[in-house]
């Protein structure tokens, strides 16, 4: 959330988009509750936190094909087996940033 603040500047932010990954295994509301903690005082402060959730899915070191990771544990669903290399999934990222001096530039204009 820090990354967050820095681009920001003073500029007040409406909302801020998340990804995260399925295998993060984040509480929703956890989450919330962390963001509502270190946005306090910030422009970040009263910004809407949309999460966006990032399937999870990896590349078999056995048969060299991509496999989606639906659940635990972690297996190539082509061949089964646990070597795989999850490539993504753990995302934990701040993706975008609306702030309130853009919305006003590209809000509706009234013809
Ligand atoms: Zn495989």
Known sequence: MS???RHAGD???TKVDVKVGHLRQV???ALEFAFELVAHGTPVEGAELELEAVPAAGLCR???EGTPLPELPLLCRRCGSFDVEVTQGEE???DSLELENE???S???SV
């Open 3 to 5: 990354i967050a603040c």
């Open 92 to 94: 934990l990222l701040v």
């Open 27 to 29: 509480v929703p509301t």
């Open 11 to 13: 500029r007040q932010v």
């Open 103 to 105: 919305m006003a530039t």
């Open 107 to 109: 809000g509706e204009v």
């Open 62 to 64: 056995t048969c060299g």
